[in-house]
Structures are given as C-alpha cells and as structure tokens.
C-alpha cells in the first residue's frame, strides 16, 4: 500500500498542474475583462479568440508604462522571491536541517509555494502541500514541516507588523482617507502613531525573548522552541527586504509626476495586502484597488490600475505560470521512483 501511495501522489501534483493552468487563464481573463464591450467579446468566440482579446486588452495597459519602470519592477520581483526563498532557509536553521539540502532546491520549493498560495488562496494549505511533498523527500518529518510552514508564516507578519509600524510612525495620515472604506478607520494622527509605537513594541518584545533564550514551552508531548538570536536576526532582514521588494514593483510602475512616494506605497501595500491575505480572495482583486485609490487620490486611477497590474503579473501570474513547470519536472521524477518501487525485484534482491 505505501508503495502504491507513492504513485498516487505524483498524480494528484499533475492534477495541480491542471488546476493551475486553468486559475492562470481565470485571472487573465478577469484582469482583461474590467471594461463592459471587453466582457461582451469573451463571452463569445472560442479559447483562440479570447486568448487574442486578453493580450490586446493587457498589452495596450502596460503599453503606458516606459521600459526603464519594467526593469526596475522586475529587479524588485526578484528581491521579493529571493526573500521569500531565505524565509524557509532561515526555518530550516532553526530546526537544524539546513544540511544537505542546496539553497537552489529551497529556492524552488519556496518559488512554487509562493507562486500557488498567492494565487490560490489559504497560504497555510496550499502552501504546505508543496513543503511537504519537497521536503518529505529531503527527509524532513510532517511535524517539522509544520514547524516551518508556521515560521515562515510569523516571519511574514513580523515583517508586516514592523514595517507598518514604521509607516504609521512616519505617515500617520495614511489612516486617514481609509475612512471611505470603513468608520473603524476614523482615527486620528495621535492614535496611528501610537499603533505604530504598539506594533513595534511587539516586534522588539520578540527579539528580546530571542535575546533572552527563553525556555521552549511544552503542552502535552509538543514542544515550541523559541527561535534563537541568530534566527531572529535574519528574520529581522528577511521579512522587510521581502516587503521592500513587492512594494518596489508597483512604486516604480507609478508614474513618476504622480507618485506620492515609497513610504505612502508600501502603506497602502501593506494595509491593501494584508486584507487581501485575511479575506482570502486570490490576489486582492479590489481590494488593492480600493485602498491604493483611497490613499492615494491624487494618482490617475487608470494609472493605479496599470501598477496593480504590472504587480500582479510579475508577482503573482507569471511566477504561477512558471511553477507549473516546475511541478512537472519534480512529479515526472516522483512518478520514475514510484514506478521503480513497484517493479518486480529480480530473485537476487528479494
């Protein structure tokens, strides 16, 4: 049975494939389809046709967009993965099996996670079904994949929690057009520093228990270990540099007369994203847009929506059609494994 389980998986990684090729379409489709004449088109014709209208429709948005602001964006594309990929480096320090397994193959697994969670939705679950076919196979146990799924996830928030800090301690008033979208927004400068002042009070907290060695806490037979200083350290660098990286792509595919600069973007990415993550729609779609139109009111809005575009292409709809690949490559390897496990030994070998 456990040799037939081994076939079985590679099969349901195909069928992933298959999911992922088809959500990729989706979304182009509904990036595309944002103008009523646009919806009209592809609720004809055939998968030809609408392929067609799809890059007419997206091309002529970027079009506006000069190269120079392409290449930036997609300098701060690779700084953003790069990050993402030490997240579960830095995990695999803390649990001591860093050994023996490249960066180059953290890389990837880190690429591919992140390529299908941020598209699809429950990070946590779709997510830690990549980390656990990879690292399974490197030998991890599911409990210790579990360890690192989980700090990869803190580390995130504790660099959203710290950056944001820093924002609302430097642009409070950030908070203030959010009032648009909701009355719990209606706060005044004072009291978003001091949200600001209380988020990185929690981060310090974290490192100083680092700092201090804390004891691992035990319930039942499960142990928490407290990451150490050194851990922490590279979380502290991580986390943000991730951050800096994503807001970077839809800075510089601002333009630049309108621009209201790197501090008010990466707040209303941080704030946009976040509620993207915790209302689990794939990608933010409308969310992002209404807070980036909210804070920043005097950007063009065709210009905000070209910027979310060129953001959601580099980071979230060409890294998942790249992640396809990827798992095709991995599960044809699994599949040759599996099929070798359940051949028929030779009488010398039984």
Avoid at 55 to 64: E, F, P, Q, T, Y
Avoid at 107 to 124: D, E, K, M, R
Avoid at 188 to 200: C, E, K, N, P, T
Wanted: charged share 10%; hydrophobic share 55%; glycine share 8%.
């Amino acid at each position: 049975m456990k040799r037939y389980l081994e076939f079985i998986w590679p099969v349901l990684g195909l069928v992933a494939v298959v999911m992922s090729v088809k959500l990729l379409y989706m979304k182009l489709k509904a990036e595309a389809g944002g103008d009523q004449a646009v919806r009209t088109l592809l609720e004809t014709g055939g998968l030809w046709d609408h392929l067609k209208v799809i890059a007419s429709v997206i091309g002529a948005k970027l079009a506006v967009i000069p190269p120079h602001a392409y290449m930036l964006a997609f300098a701060s594309t690779l700084v953003a993965y790069a990050a993402l990929a030490w997240y579960d480096r830095i995990a695999l320090i803390h649990l001591g099996r860093q050994q023996g397994i490249s960066f180059f193959y953290i890389a990837v697994c880190s690429f591919v996670t992140y390529a299908l969670s941020h598209n699809i939705g429950a990070s946590v679950v779709s997510g830690g079904m990549v980390r656990l076919r990879a690292y399974t196979a490197k030998g991890l146990s599911a409990a210790e994949i579990a360890v690192l799924v989980a700090l990869c996830s803190f580390t995130f928030a504790f660099g959203t929690l710290a950056l944001l800090g820093v924002v609302l301690l430097v642009e409070p008033q950030i908070i203030q057009p959010l009032t648009s979208l909701s009355r719990h927004f209606a706060i005044g400068d004072s009291a978003a520093r001091l949200v600001g002042v209380g988020l990185l009070a929690f981060c310090t907290i974290y490192v100083l228990g680092a700092w201090l060695k804390l004891r691992p806490l035990k319930i039942g037979g499960f142990k928490i270990v407290y990451p150490r200083l050194p851990v922490v350290a590279r979380q502290c660098l991580a986390a943000p540099l991730e951050l800096i990286g994503a807001a970077g792509i839809i800075y510089f595919a601002l333009p630049a007369e309108a621009n209201p600069g790197f501090q008010i973007v990466m707040g209303a990415f941080l704030l946009s994203f976040s509620a993207g993550l915790l209302s689990q729609v794939p990608g933010g779609v409308g969310v992002m847009e209404a807070v980036f139109l909210a804070v920043m009111p005097g950007v063009p809005a065709t210009a905000v929506f070209a910027a979310l575009l060129v953001w959601r292409l580099f980071y979230l709809l060409l890294p998942l059609a790249m992640a396809v690949p990827a798992i095709i490559l991995f599960e044809r390897s699994q599949i040759g494994k599996a099929t070798q496990a359940l051949a028929p030994k030779p009488p010398a070998e039984r």
